[in-house]
């Protein structure tokens, strides 16, 4: 198992970050590093709140202070930029623009978590609700039914007596 210096780390580390955003295939081939060494490296660069290049296909969440510093570098940006660092990011420019919105009002993590908590939980109890009329109406159509075949037996026990 090879060992890295800590400058060397930090260096690699920094090339995964803007502006170079060089992706890790790139630096296996430049600097034969194994490939999961860099995204180990990568991922505890993330767990700091630093920001990198992500070119995976799920949605990537970012922590606040990732959001800010998102939007730091953005401020400046025309919109051709904007789109290209997008892009290269992953993310949509609507994104920034909510996270800029949030940023103005006060918004925190909990305040977004309590408000996605209710969404979530108001479309279960409309969900639920739905699902409650539901079998309500298969209950009383039951019901009927099982009425229904009670007279019918009574209407024909009676003819037999007769």
Not at 29 to 53: C, F, M, P
Not at 65 to 72: D, N, S
Not at 85 to 110: L, P, Q
Request: glycine letters at 2%; one cysteine or more.
């Amino acid at each position: 198992m090879a060992t890295y210096t800590k400058d060397f780390k930090e260096n690699l580390i920094k090339l995964m970050l803007p502006p170079e955003n060089r992706s890790v295939k790139e630096l296996v081939d430049e600097y034969n590093i194994h490939e999961q060494t860099l995204y180990r490296w990568r991922k505890e660069a993330k767990s700091k709140g630093l920001v990198y290049q992500d070119n995976a296909a799920s949605k990537q969440k970012y922590s606040r202070e990732m959001q800010f510093q998102i939007i730091i570098e953005t401020s400046q940006l025309n919109n051709h930029d904007l789109s290209e660092y997008c892009r290269r990011k992953g993310i949509y420019a609507e994104e920034i623009e909510s996270w800029k919105k949030a940023f103005v009002s006060g918004e925190t993590d909990e305040q977004s978590k309590l408000k996605q908590e209710f969404k979530d939980s108001q479309a279960e109890l409309k969900y639920t609700k739905k699902e409650l009329d539901r079998k309500e109406k298969a209950l009383a159509e039951a019901a009927a039914l099982l009425i229904l075949k009670k007279k019918m037996q009574a209407i024909w026990s009676s003819d037999e007596e007769d």
